[in-house]
C-alpha cells in the first residue's frame, strides 16, 4: 500500500475571489511533498479555463494517520492566499447523552 505524504488542493475563484471552489486535478495525492511541488504548477495550468484565478498548495499529511483525515478545511484571502489544512475530525460524545454536534466537511 502506498503512503501519502502530501495532498494537493486546487481553488478557481472568481477574478475579484468572491466566489471560489476546490477544482478537480488529474492527481491530487502524492507520496512525498516534493512530488507534490513538482506537480503544482502542471495541475494549475490543466484547470486554467474553470476560473479567472487559480491558487493551488500542497497539503502535508502524516502517513500514519492518513486513513483518519476526513476533510480539508480551506480559505482564499481577499489578496488571493490559500490557507488550507488537512484535519481529522474527533467526534466525541458527552457523557450526559446529549447528542454531538456534526461536523461537516466545509469552507471556513
Known amino acids: 500500500m502506498e503512503h501519502i505524504a502530501a495532498v494537493l488542493l486546487v481553488i ?3 477574478s475579484n ?10 492527481v491530487s495525492v502524492f507520496e512525498t511533498a516534493a512530488e507534490c511541488t513538482a506537480e503544482r504548477p502542471f495541475a494549475m495550468s490543466d484547470v486554467r479555463s474553470q476560473a479567472a484565478r487559480i491558487v493551488a498548495k500542497c497539503l502535508p ?6 486513513d483518519d483525515y476526513d476533510q480539508i478545511v480551506w480559505n482564499v484571502g ?8 488537512v484535519e481529522i475530525s474527533n467526534l466525541v460524545v458527552a457523557s450526559n447523552g446529549a447528542r454531538p454536534e456534526k461536523d461537516y466537511l466545509s469552507q471556513q
Open 12 to 14: 478557481g475563484c472568481s
Open 17 to 26: 475571489i468572491t466566489e471560489c471552489r476546490e477544482l478537480n486535478v488529474p
Open 61 to 66: 499529511v502524516d502517513p500514519a494517520l492518513e
Open 78 to 85: 481577499p489578496d488571493g492566499t490559500l490557507d488550507a489544512s
